[in-house]
């Protein structure tokens, strides 16, 4: 049994008119919890698990090629359709997440008092699935700290994901996404670290990157966002690179590092905000 959550629409009222930011964007891997929980790694077997049982691919070649999947394309999914190679992306995700240790995510009070204690929209925005996003924000106790979702179904509707018949430019052996050196055949899934993942979930989720704060683990979504004008903050590294605004250690540094954001609160407080908590539904999956 999958826990997936219906988010309803959260409404700020009265916010202070000299905020600079308007939305707060996360990632989940990795950005929500840490590095060191070890899923990531779990992860990591499972789908080089996948490559080998359900697509043949010869063993002894997978570890390099799933990483250079990965560092080309955002997703080693990505790459694998880029390549040509046909499968389930739920059969895919399914392998790759559903099998995971979640039990290593504790409940996180601190993380979810810090977000709760702005009153600014809250996106979630992950190239993962939707069942394995609601399974870490259960996991996390944080099921009711958001307003919207944008996931891998909500940037990869079903029965929309034409074959790959062309070529994109990426990056490869360099972290900076803004050089595109080498042209590489072009994948049907839509992810980050490519811009129009970033400007899908804009639209979506109706949000104004130049208002926005986004939070992710990876220098090459975080130099892409740069990009697209929102400002950037990369968790996991307390070392600013480029296109860095601001580095965290841990997401929990949050309000050490952007104390101007409980300034507006404080400067708003007069003001009246409302918000709907996420609702719970549970689906077989």
Known sequence: MEKLITYAKMEYQQQDPQSKYEC??????????PLSSGLSTQCTKNIREYMVNKLNIEETKVPEMCAQLYQDYGTTMAG????GYEFDHDDYHS???????YEYLKPDPVLKTLL???PIKKVIFSNANEAHVAEVLHRLGLEDCFDDVICFETLNP????????SSKSAVTGDDDVSKRAVVLPESPVICKPFENAFEQAFKIAKIDPHKTLF???SIRNIQTAKLTGLTTVLVGSSQKKKGVDYA???IHNIREA???????????KGGRYSRKVAIETHVEA
């Open 80 to 83: 694998l359709r880029a390549l």
């Open 258 to 268: 952007l104390p101007e954001l409980w300034e507006s609160v404080k400067k708003s």
């Open 248 to 250: 965290l250690e841990s």
């Open 116 to 118: 709760h204690s702005l």
């Open 215 to 217: 939070f992710d683990d």
């Open 24 to 33: 707060l964007l996360f990632d989940v891997d990795d950005t929500l919890y």
């Open 158 to 165: 079903k029965n929309e994901i034409p074959n790959p018949d």
């Open 95 to 101: 392998f790759a997440h559903g099998r995971l240790p």
